[in-house]
């Protein structure tokens, strides 16, 4: 595929940092976006919004539609997949961006942060995919897109945030058991993840200010995702991608305009042995 004109993405956590890249990108193919995410208001030390994405969908020409959804409540994901798939006759590409961090160590994890990080990064990653499946079934070329790492069950990704690891890595194992339960119907599930940091809220909050300054424009996820929404679905499926390698792919050898500060050292990411 050259372009993502016409198709229809479901989007979580769409209301800032990768999320909101994925969006605009895809926007400017023309294509439909339902930004799904929790900010409807604006929030005193967090920018975006569902309302400003959307304005900026429109603004690159795609069409759209903003949800209101806490990802955690499955009667939410399903009233609000059906609304999206009516609204625009279908939905084509899922993208489970939506992700809670907390990089605390065993003894300084609280239930209530253990809870938010299963139910945002696991749970939602299940049963948004299980909303959409229906309406992935019927498309053309259809993506599910997790925004979670290649799985390695090395210790040194697990000491110091366990909680954290073994949530995202849950997702990890969405991509692993539904790309292989889905093959055969067509529907490519993968994972996309970074090479270095990028440069999102998520950093600001749980990382020093120099590791944001080592980090890339969340605009690097967004044209890998956008390569891999165009890859065919039944041959491309099953991957845990690496956005520098998926546009090395694309024939992309420049990748000082994603820096924060091009020239700088960059910042390798988590999880990347």
């Known amino acids: 595929m050259s372009t993502l004109r016409g198709k229809t993405l479901f989007i979580t956590g769409a209301s800032r940092g990768i999320g909101r890249a994925i969006a605009l990108r895809c926007a400017r193919d023309g294509a439909n976006v339902v ?3 929790k900010s409807a208001a604006p929030h005193p030390k967090l920018p975006g919004t569902i309302h400003t994405v959307a304005a900026g969908v429109l603004a690159a020409g795609g069409q759209t539609l903003a949800i209101q959804l806490d990802v955690r409540d499955d009667a939410a ?3 609000a ?4 798939a009516a609204h625009f006759g279908g939905i084509d590409i899922l993208v489970n961006n939506a992700s809670a961090i907390q990089l605390t160590n065993t003894l300084e994890t609280p239930a209530k942060r253990f809870d938010l990080m299963f139910g945002v990064n696991v749970r939602a990653t299940f049963l948004c995919s299980q909303a959409c499946l229906p309406f992935l079934a019927k498309a053309v070329n259809p993506h599910i897109l997790n925004l979670a790492p290649p799985l390695s069950m090395k210790a040194e990704w697990f000491q110091g ?3 954290y690891t073994m949530a995202k890595y849950g997702m990890s194992m969405c991509t692993l058991g539904m790309s292989g339960e889905f093959r ?3 529907i490519a599930v993968n994972s996309l993840w970074p090479q270095t940091t990028i440069a999102t809220a998520a950093i600001a909050v749980n990382f020093p200010a ?3 300054k080592a980090s890339r424009k969340p605009d690097i996820m967004a044209d890998a995702a956008h390569a891999i929404f165009r890859r065919d679905s039944r041959s491309a499926t099953g991957n845990f991608y690496i956005d520098e390698a998926v546009l090395r792919e694309e024939g992309i050898t420049d990748f000082e305009h994603y820096a924060v500060n091009p020239g700088s050292s960059l910042q390798r990411d988590l999880f990347l042995d």
Not at 81 to 84: G, K, L, N, P, S
């Open 35 to 37: 930004i799904a995410a």
């Open 81 to 84: 997949v059906q609304q999206a």
């Open 161 to 163: 945030h366990v909680a």
């Open 184 to 186: 055969a119907k067509g």
């Open 77 to 79: 994901i399903t009233t």
């Open 210 to 212: 120099e590791v944001m």
